[in-house]
């Protein structure tokens, strides 16, 4: 999924997600990351409530669509699963580029193994990730361009894959936990198949960063029912620790450098690398983050 649904594309595909919200089963639940009950209320978008949890300051929709239907706006909307923090408009070069970018931060925790992308979509990573691990993909609307296609992919939900206890090195989830219908039990479950100081990484929206302080009726990311859950530093923390991991390292995001609009988008852009990743980790900007199991 992307960062920011952005571009002629998506005034589009917003109305037919607000009529698609009229048509969706609803839950009232508390927050996805912390289970706290009260909450203020921040923005109506597609017709979802956003609120934000009065104890971890994350960001959700409530109610939320039921669980079942999930999979339906994915299928309808296949744009919206690609699987890497890009476009509505998709760019294979882009997509590759940025798949080299993230393998090349991974291999400086862990190097050989079983590696799973849960959220695979495309499969850029996956194919990149294929030179130096045995894979395995998860997606509920896989769409594997040619250079993925052979890799073994399983199409639904992770706990649906149920997958053998310890039986992965390293787990990625890149922009997948902002669409989670119950993303703790999916961290319960990614903790479960992993073995023992297996490694995380994953990457998701951030609701303590400069753009969602600044002005969250604007924030493009808050995006109901493709995102439904935009988790705080303190609840990430938080939640890492009540589960078993614990957090190693993290970065900014792989496109953060193309996005700055003084660089124009130049490869060149990351020599600022150093700068960005200070300002993810002071929490200005998101975070690739990677945890270990403890
Ligand atoms: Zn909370």
């Not at 296949?78 to 882009?94: A, I, Y």
């Not at 390293?170 to 992993?194: D, G, K, N, S, Y």
């Not at 100081?197 to 303590?208: E, I, K, R, S, Y």
């Not at 493009?220 to 190693?248: C, M, W």
């Amino acid at each position: 999924m992307d960062r920011e649904l952005s571009g002629n594309g998506m005034s589009r595909i917003r109305n037919e997600l607000t009529a698609l919200s009229a048509e969706m089963d609803t839950l009232d639940l508390p927050c996805p990351g912390c289970d706290g009950d009260p909450f203020l209320p921040v923005v109506i978008r597609n017709n979802f409530r956003i609120v934000r949890c009065r104890a971890c300051r994350s960001l959700y929709a409530r109610p939320r669509p039921i669980e079942a239907q999930l999979a339906r706006i994915y299928e309808k909307f296949p744009q919206l699963s690609n699987g890497r923090e890009g476009q509505v408009n998709d760019d294979p070069e882009d997509g590759a580029r940025e798949a080299k970018d993230r393998l090349s931060r991974l291999l400086q925790f862990v190097r050989t193994g079983h590696l799973l992308d849960i959220g695979c979509g495309k499969g850029d990573f996956l194919s990149a990730a294929s030179r130096i691990f045995v894979v395995q993909g998860v997606d509920v609307a896989p769409r594997l361009r040619q250079e993925a296609r052979g890799l073994p992919v399983f199409k639904g939900q992770l706990e649906e894959a149920a997958f053998p206890q310890a039986s992965f090195d390293v787990v990625t989830a890149v922009e997948v936990f902002e669409h989670l219908f119950a993303p703790q039990r999916t961290l319960r479950e990614i903790h479960r198949i992993l073995k023992p100081n297996g490694v995380l990484l994953f990457q998701t929206g951030d609701a303590d960063s400069f753009l969602a302080r600044l002005n969250p009726n604007t924030w493009t990311y808050l995006e109901p029912p493709v995102h439904l859950n935009v988790f705080s530093r303190k609840a990430l923390q938080d939640l890492a620790e009540k589960i078993g991991f614990k957090p190693l390292y993290s970065w900014s995001f792989d496109r953060a450098p193309q996005k700055l609009p003084i660089l124009g988008g130049r490869r060149s852009s990351t020599a600022f690398r150093p700068l960005l990743d200070l300002a993810a980790r002071q929490g200005i900007i998101g975070a690739t983050f990677v945890w270990r199991k403890g």
